[in-house]
């Protein structure tokens, strides 16, 4: 549907909005992605925020590259997985 791009800040539910800083909100400058920067199971919901809006203001096609491998990583090895 193109809601989402393949890497990107997690998707959240409108509930959480209300939750967020100004600085927060920064993450919705760029679709969501399928796949994040981090094994959201071992983070607080303000260092999943801090680590959205780090890649948002730092993206490039070698973060997303290095995202995707250690995505790869943290899927066989379920580090961080619900």
Same mark, same amino acid.
């Given at each position: 549907m193109g809601d989402m791009s393949l890497i990107g800040p997690k998707p959240d539910i409108p509930e959480m909005i209300k939750y967020y800083e100004p600085w927060q909100m920064k993450k919705f400058q760029?679709?969501?992605?399928?796949? +994040? $920067?981090?094994?959201w199971g071992l983070? #607080? @919901? +303000? %260092?999943? *925020? =801090?680590? !959205? $809006? %780090?890649? $948002? %203001?730092?993206? #490039?096609?070698? *973060? !997303? @590259?290095? &995202?995707? *491998? =250690?995505? &790869?990583k943290v899927t066989l090895f379920r580090i961080g997985a619900f």
């Open positions: 760029i679709k969501p992605g399928i796949t +994040q $920067v981090n094994g983070l #607080s @919901f +303000q %260092e999943t *925020l =801090k680590h !959205d $809006v %780090e890649y $948002v %203001e730092n993206r #490039s096609l070698w *973060l !997303d @590259f290095k &995202i995707l *491998l =250690k995505t &790869i």
